[in-house]
């Protein structure tokens, strides 16, 4: 079991893009490349400067001669009416430091085949810095007649020997660029939209594979929807909201919902239809209330809408406000730190805190936990699966006392919040978290190398577990097991719902995510996430599960838990990935 965290096998773990750029259907395809043919290739691209070659399927430099090695598409092969589109490509790679990949576009005659032609006079092109500055930033730049202008600037770092999937998408006033799905910059800029598309390598070697351009009839639908909200969504502390958002690349006009809930209809439609991209709310707001808002995209065709998706805003509260846990919560840790929004001219709080609902009403005074200036307030250590109430009183500068309302949270009782781990031998996660090593299913725990927990994607506390999946052979599943020992009774004090927490990687390939529940007695219950699509989810999702959906199992005698990935009721071949969990727990109803 140890040893095998010290083995290389990159290629086992690493996120393959299954299927990722294959021909949108019905789209405008103005140029595509998968490189599987060496003579096809040669006459689709102009090489600026650099030895490339296509070979195995990629496109890739022989060398790393120079800072400036360029291949754009051929002349031939691109339409300067092409104003719109958007540019997809992977890349992988393949030397460390300074050795970003490169994005040309809008790129007109004459183009540069010397790194310092960038800076020339007759320089004319924009360029997407994907990775630069020793790997940690992405920025794109214009450069025009001499002089070189950055546009954005994100933090980004690209890993060595794994693909990742590049985004480009531009139109006639915007660009934006996406790394694995996650937004680098999205800039109003077109000092000019004509020019050619290309790639360009800086001091070190990648390779490059299904190059594609295709046009404005098939921009991604998240393209086409109001994005970029202004108040940013879930604001707190909103109050007199001026809506701002970025335009869908099609949208000509704009309607603005809004609602106290997420379900927005005609009703709560808050105007006329409107080519302006703000909106000012006037009338107020409910204090501390909790609001929802959608933008609609409208087409030039006045018929044409694309929904946009739900935001939402907390307003602002002359009293303490949006507390967290939040009021009824069940999933409460056992050393909780409590923190709440403060009211407006607030100079200090009073702290109410307890286990009786009636005590803390009344301000009793084993409840009383004094004055304080801080918004957080950390009680003593807590019992599992018992209700707790509490309340802040806000002291205005004035003097004025506004007394605050009662919440409550119940606390869960941990299965495993994957934080007791260590390195050393006989406390790593994967000697707890039996995985394909042993089970001989396609798991893994546990980075190959120390630290083995997460210490970095983590929903709460310092670590998370790691969990790669690898259903490309037999078996066709991956599990990872936890055995108790002695058995776990998840029937006392009205346990009824396990609960556990989940985010998956956008360039995952699919595959169903399960939880099993085994017996003392060798009865096993099933249950499969709803959502087909959760493995490639990078948030962290909150998965609850009733134990009564674990048919025929002694929820009285728990002997295993057992988290999976595929389809074990039907296995087949599929995809690797990497899941992250954290702060699996079971949990009782909330106090009403």
């Keep these: 079991m140890i040893a095998k965290r010290f083995i290389t096998f ?108 960038r800076n020339g006079p007759t320089a004319h092109f924009y360029r997407w810095i994907v990775n630069g ?3 940690t930033e992405s920025r794109p730049y214009i450069y025009n007649a001499g002089t070189a202008t950055m546009l954005a600037q994100t933090e980004n770092t690209l890993e060595v020997g794994v693909w990742h999937h590049i985004m480009l998408v531009v139109t ?37 594979d299904d190059f594609m351009v295709y046009g404005p009839e098939h921009f991604p639908a998240w393209r086409l929807k109001a994005r970029q909200p202004e108040p940013a969504d879930g604001a707190v502390g909103v109050m007199a909201p001026l809506f701002r958002w970025k335009a869908g690349a099609t949208g000509v006009l704009h309607e603005v919902f809004m609602g106290t809930t997420p379900e927005l209809t005609e009703a709560n439609l808050v105007g ?64 909780p730190t409590l923190t709440w929004m403060p009211g407006t001219a607030v100079a200090e709080h009073h702290v109410y805190f307890g286990d009786s609902a009636e005590a803390v009403g009344q301000a009793a005074g084993e409840t009383d936990k004094g004055t304080q200036t801080e918004t957080t307030f950390a009680p003593e250590a807590l019992e599992p699966l018992t209700a707790y109430f509490w309340r802040v009183d ?99 004090n009205g346990i009824d719902t396990v609960v556990l927490y989940v985010q998956g990687r956008s360039g995952n390939a699919a595959a169903p995510l399960y939880v099993s529940v085994e017996d003392s007695a060798g009865n096993t219950g099933t249950v499969v996430h709803p959502d ?31 988290l999976g990935a595929g389809d074990k009721a039907d296995p087949k071949s599929g995809g690797v990935g990497r899941l992250y969990i954290d702060d699996i727990q079971v949990t009782r109803p909330a106090v009403p």
């Design 10 to 117: 990159g290629t086992l773990l690493t996120v393959v893009f299954t299927s990722l750029l294959s021909s949108p259907v019905g789209a405008q395809i103005y140029f595509s490349d998968d490189f599987e043919n060496p003579a096809e290739s040669e006459a689709k691209w102009e090489v600026l400067t650099g030895d490339w070659q296509v070979a195995d399927g990629v496109y890739h430099q022989l060398g790393t001669a120079g800072p400036w090695q360029a291949s754009m598409v051929a002349a031939d092969q691109w339409n300067d009416n092409w104003e719109e589109y958007t540019i997809e490509f992977k890349v992988k790679p393949l030397t460390t430091g300074d050795a970003p990949v490169n994005v040309l576009f809008r790129a007109g005659d004459p183009l540069p085949v010397e790194w310092a032609d």
């Design 133 to 135: 500055w020793t790997n």
């Design 172 to 208: 006639k006033t915007d660009i934006a660029g996406y790394v694995n799905d996650v937004e680098m910059f999205d800039v109003e800029h077109a000092e000019w939209t004509d020019g050619r598309v290309g790639i360009q390598a800086y001091s070190g070697m990648m390779d490059f």
């Design 272 to 335: 006329p239809r409107s080519p302006m991209t703000l909106y000012f709310h006037a009338p107020g707001l409910e204090p501390g209330a909790t609001y929802y808002w959608r933008v609609d995209e409208i087409e030039a065709d006045m018929a044409t809408a694309h929904p946009g998706d739900v935001w939402s805003f907390v307003a602002q509260d002359v009293k303490a406000y949006y507390p967290t846990p939040a009021d009824g919560s069940n999933t409460a840790a056992l050393a």
């Design 394 to 492: 806000e002291t205005t500068v004035g003097g004025e006392v506004e007394t605050g309302p009662v919440w409550s949270f119940t606390t869960a009782l941990p299965v495993d919040d994957f934080e007791s781990y260590t390195d050393e031998e006989g406390s790593r996660i994967y000697e707890t978290w039996i995985d394909g090593w042993t089970n001989s299913t396609g798991s893994t725990v546990g980075n190959i190398q120390a630290p083995f927990a997460e210490q970095t994607i983590v929903r709460s506390g310092l670590q998370s577990m790691p969990l790669d999946y690898n259903n490309v052979n037999s078996p066709f599943y991956s599990e990872a097991e936890l055995e108790f020992s002695p058995t776990e009774d998840w029937t006392a």
């Design 532 to 562: 087909p699509t959760i493995a490639k989810t990078a948030t962290w999702i909150e998965w609850a599960i009733p134990l009564s959906d674990f048919t025929g199992v002694n929820m009285a005698r728990v002997k295993k838990l057992i």
